[in-house]
């Protein structure tokens, strides 16, 4: 059980540097494996990036590998995304979300998201 929210979205021009967090209330937190996920209107839901339990394992979808970062502080409850050379196209709204076992880039393996924080990148 483990509640999450999204802050740290904002409007920043093309080239520029953001980082999204997750703050996460209720117990277990470092129980579960978290992703980072977007949607752009029209479009659907997306992978980003995952990490597991410990931050050992890391994923990244691969339009965003070497641009984003994601990790995890545990003891502090929160999961980041560190987005540096952003583009256009990587506008959306970013959500995290918990899975209970391992990470998966299948959006139907997560039971818990958060409500989003919307990211505007500028041409």
């Known amino acids: 059980q483990v509640q999450l929210v999204e802050s740290g979205g904002g409007l920043v021009q093309a080239g520029g540097s953001l980082r999204v967090s997750c703050a996460a209330s209720?117990?277990?937190?470092?129980?579960?494996?978290m992703g980072w996920f977007r949607q752009a209107p029209g479009k659907e839901r997306e992978f980003v990036a995952g990490?597991?339990?410990?931050?050992?394992?890391?994923d990244y979808t691969d339009s965003v590998k070497g641009r984003f970062a994601i990790s995890r502080d545990n003891a502090k409850n929160t999961v980041y995304l560190q987005m540096s050379s952003l583009k256009p196209e990587d506008t959306a709204n970013y959500y995290c979300?918990?899975?209970?076992?391992?990470?998966?880039?299948?959006?139907?393996?997560?039971?818990?998201w958060g409500q989003g924080t919307q990211v505007t990148v500028s041409s």
């Open positions: 990490i597991s339990t410990s931050g050992r394992v890391i």
């Open positions: 979300a918990a899975a209970s076992y391992t990470g998966s880039r299948s959006a139907n393996m997560y039971h818990t």
């Open positions: 209720g117990r277990s937190f470092s129980s579960y494996a």
